[in-house]
């Protein structure tokens, strides 16, 4: 069976320090990949999603860029933080093949900036 | 351009009450709806979707939802909540064409199941 794992769960940096957040898919072949933010009482705001190894694509212009070196592994980053960075973060995932699949989510990462 | 909106933010009930949340979409050909659950401390999970065929789907726990086209509406229903309902739920439109659709996302609306 499939599964996903999104690490770490909770992560707190200073502002400007740098970030990664790794999602990997187990189970399944070149599936589509998906980053969100989610924010209380705003639901989930998709901000990079990716069919397959290297091809990425921007939702929303923001100081977070995203990356997939290998085909089951999506990675969130920054060079330099900022306080509204904080937030909730999940990865996603869904069958490549067939967009209108479900997507399956991980258990996200609570990242605090101070 | 594409929305998903839900039109309940927070919703309390007793148990054993009926429960009914809408969500209605803005697009104009075919569409993928899901219903969401994300429980607390707890990741999303699917509760249930309709892609085609019967417009009334059944999903786990005892959730169904009702997609009525000439509305835009696919509203989830349960006839008795019980505590473990307690949630927030999120509806959801995969819309487009080609292998780029995305999900549409509602904001989602709190349940809170008082026992």
């Given at each position: ?6 690490w ?13 957040l ?5 189970g ?6 998906y ?15 990716s069919?397959?190894?290297?091809q ?10 995203a ?48 | 351009?594409q ?39 707890q ?17 786990i ?43 549409i996302w ?10």
């Open positions: 069976s499939q599964t996903i794992h999104q770490p769960a909770t992560l707190v940096q200073p502002v400007g320090s740098p970030l990664s790794e999602c990997t898919v187990e399944t072949s070149n599936p589509n990949l980053w969100y933010r989610q924010a209380a009482g705003r639901g989930l705001q998709l901000l990079f999603y069919v397959g190894i290297g990425i694509s921007s939702e929303v212009p923001q100081n977070l860029s990356s997939r070196p290998q085909d089951r592994q999506f990675i969130l980053s920054s060079k330099k933080l900022l306080l509204s960075d904080s937030g909730f973060y999940l990865c996603a995932w869904s069958v490549g093949a067939r967009s209108n699949q479900p997507q399956h989510f991980g258990d996200g990462t609570r990242l605090s900036i101070l | 351009a929305s998903v909106s839900q039109h309940n933010h927070h919703v309390i009930l007793s148990e054993a009450a009926s429960l009914e949340l809408g969500c209605n979409y803005s697009y104009g050909g075919t569409v993928n709806l899901f219903w969401y659950v994300q429980y607390p401390g990741h999303l999970q699917l509760l249930l979707k309709y892609f085609s065929g019967d417009p009334l789907v059944k999903g726990k005892g959730f169904e939802a009702e997609f009525i086209k000439s509305k835009f509406s696919f509203n989830l229903r349960k006839p008795s909540v019980q505590w473990s309902d307690t949630a927030e739920y999120f509806c959801a439109v995969n819309a487009g064409a080609g292998n780029n659709r995305k999900l509602g904001l989602g609306t709190s349940l809170a199941v008082n026992p």
